[in-house]
């Protein structure tokens, strides 16, 4: 009889736990060995030799790109949520039940289309000789360099995660107990100060979650920094292509890989803590 | 009276797209008075105390404050703290910080509100949740942080909004004490928003009633009771026997049910015009033998009974189909048949009866 149950259950998870075992545990296992293989000739061999880690660690070109992602990803997630957050208040408190349901659908539109697309159209407004630079011209100014800037990439990161991260914070605001906003004017807050003393704090974990997201996206995203960056700096995504052309690196660019599997699980946790602190039920 | 208004409500409307919530309201509430505002949802009640706090804006009319004008000013810049029913305390705030929350609005500086807000806890008996949060307490002691973060700017009204209505009914009378206690040691006005009769008639200095937006009768709790003012009020205080009939010529009343003496104070009643007589039901009576010629009677029979503790309400419908009820001791029942379906007669003494100013 018990047994019948757990086989059952087991019907029913067996799927999810088959593609989580081949999709991502075997993967993440074959390149934590990967990372300790050596090549010779150009060709892999399998080892165990901590060379790819004390190499890899020893380069200041590494730990440059990494501080260099860690930055635009943290940059990334300040700026997406500050310029999402009056956007979804807006769509929460302003609009009409009616509105915030055609405000939602033009949110979940840019996923229609893919990033690649979107970030490739960026470049024909951003170029020297593109839509911007354009106007400037006839106006007699310019061409201001746009393209192949670290203010283009942001513009990819943005692109990629800003739909997203107002769709997100806009969950949390939707839920947040109305009567808490009328108590806080009730006791003599204002309208901005109730934003920061209660909006903010009431729906702290969606907004956490929201910024979270978007550093996620960032920091592993290789099409921004190479199509509107121009790969200059190196992030570390392209600094793991550049590693497996050159000689066939692949275990040293397994190491990196790790690194930036490890910084976003460290990252992650700590945000997810920030996000429930002093919650207890 | 004029001097002692400490809010006054001047012809105040108040519209939701082309729905009157309050019609024409007319109302002062007096310095350091508990006021209870009572009604059926939808009546209007609620809406009139959002508009006090400045939470909902009047359509028409003038709410004055202290002899103030209050219309235009923002809720946050009135000083009408409010309690809500679901008490709208901050999740992410502990106890203490709740209480602090108006006094940090205010600009007043840490330590200062920090003993403010310690004060008011230790009087509310809740001090030794001061850094708990607010999802670890239990629902009375709830209410008291909700209180404590109102009162600790002292106000010269409260205002409240059903905050009982969630309690379990032994909390609930305590509550009502402790709220009765602290109206009457800060001598401030309260304005109390309630279906309960019980909850209005236990606390209230005055009781307003209200039905569809209009007041139906502001009084203390005995007036009310003894003298409804309108059919609405006796029928929602549910205490009462009501007929209504025309005044014959003898200057009886003539109802569907038969013809009764009105009490001798009805004077002024013209014949022809119509009337509504009431009789509360601890002052009618039961009998399985017709009443003798002092009392007025009708028959009816018995269509179920009530118990609350030593008295039991019997309900009885007369042959028309109005509904009677009668309040009665236990021993007196005892002495009658009281199977459903049993005719007896409910009898009062014309002296008794009331008639509603208002027909």
């Keep these: 009889m018990r047994r019948s149950v757990s086989l059952y259950g087991l019907t029913f998870s067996l799927p999810m736990l088959l593609w989580q075992l081949f ?20 060709k892999m061999e399998a080892d165990f030799n901590t060379i790819n ?3 890899m660690y020893g380069r200041s070109v590494f730990w440059q790109s990494y501080g260099l992602t860690l930055a635009l990803a943290t940059a990334a997630a300040a700026i997406t949520s500050v310029l999402a957050f009056p956007c979804s208040y807006a769509i929460a408190f302003k609009l009409s039940p009616r509105m915030r349901q055609w405000a939602i659908f033009l949110m979940v539109i840019p996923f229609f289309t893919s990033y690649l697309v979107r970030v490739y159209s960026w470049q024909i407004f951003l170029s020297d000789n593109g839509i911007i630079n354009g106007l400037f011209a006839s106006i007699g100014m310019g061409p201001f360099p746009l393209l192949n800037t670290v203010f283009a990439t942001m513009i990819g990161y943005l692109t990629l995660s800003f739909p997203l991260v107002v769709l997100l914070q806009l969950f949390s605001l939707i839920f947040i107990d109305r009567t808490l906003i009328e108590a806080a004017h009730n006791l003599r807050c204002g309208r901005i100060r109730t934003v920061f003393a209660v909006v903010i704090p009431s729906a702290r974990v969606g907004l956490v979650i929201a910024a979270l997201f978007c550093f996620i996206l960032s920091f592993g995203d290789f099409v921004s920094p190479v199509y509107l960056g121009g790969g200059d700096p190196t992030t ?6 550049d590693t497996t052309k050159s000689g066939q690196q692949w275990p040293r660019a397994a190491v990196i890989a790790l690194t930036m599997i490890g910084t976003l699980l460290a990252v992650a946790f700590a945000a997810v803590g ?8 | 009276m004029q001097g002692n208004a400490l809010v006054t409500f001047d012809g105040v409307i108040k519209r939701f797209g082309g729905f009157v919530a309050v019609q024409k309201l007319d109302l002062e509430i007096h310095k350091g008075e508990f006021l209870a ?11 009139t105390l959002r508009m006090l706090a400045g939470l909902e804006a009047p359509s028409e009319g003038e709410i004055r404050l202290g002899g103030k004008p209050i219309n235009d000013l923002p809720t946050w810049k009135r000083d009408t703290p409010m309690v809500w029913q679901s008490l709208a305390l901050f999740p992410f705030l502990n106890v203490i910080e709740n209480v602090e929350f108006a006094l940090k609005m205010r600009g007043v500086g840490a330590t200062e509100r920090r003993k403010r807000a310690g004060n008011w806890l230790e009087r509310m008996q809740i001090s030794e949740f001061a850094e708990r949060n607010i999802s670890q307490l239990s629902g009375g002691q709830r209410q008291r942080v909700a209180l404590a973060r109102s009162l600790v700017v002292e106000p010269e009204i409260l205002l409240l909004d059903e905050p009982l209505s969630a309690l379990d009914a032994h909390l609930k009378v305590r509550m009502q004490s402790v709220l009765q206690n602290l109206q009457r040691e800060l001598g401030i006005t309260f304005v109390y928003v309630t279906h309960s009769q019980s909850e209005a008639f236990a606390m209230a200095d005055r009781v307003v009633i209200m039905s569809k937006g209009v007041v139906e009768q502001v009084g203390s709790a005995q007036e009310i009771y ?18 209504a009939g025309q005044i014959a010529a003898d200057g009886t009343l003539s109802t569907s049910t038969g013809q009764y003496r009105l009490p001798r104070d009805m004077s002024g009643t013209r014949p022809k015009s119509t009337a509504t007589l009431v009789v509360l039901d601890t002052r009618s009576y039961l009998s399985s033998v017709e009443p003798g010629p002092e009392f007025d009677w009708v028959r009816a029979k018995v269509v179920g009974e009530e118990f609350t503790g030593a008295m039991a309400k019997i309900y009885l419908e007369t042959a028309d189909g109005s509904e009677l009820r009668v309040q009665s001791g236990y021993e007196e029942l005892a002495k009658l048949p009281m199977n459903t379906g049993q005719d007896l007669f409910v009898y009062w003494l014309p002296e008794d009866g009331h008639v509603l100013p208002i027909a």
């Design chain 1, 53 to 55: 880690w004390v190499t």
């Design chain 1, 236 to 241: 570390l995504s392209i600094l793991i292509t």
């Design chain 2, 37 to 47: 505002i009572m009604g059926s949802s939808g009546c209007g009640k609620t809406t």
């Design chain 2, 226 to 243: 003894r003298a409804p003012r309108t059919r609405f009020v006796a029928e929602f205080l549910g205490s009462s026997n009501i007929f």
């Design chain 1, 274 to 281: 920030f996000a429930y602190k002093g919650r207890t039920k």
């Design chain 1, 23 to 42: 999709f991502f545990v075997a993967p993440l296992v074959f390149l934590i060995a990967l990372s300790f293989w050596t090549v010779r000739n150009f």
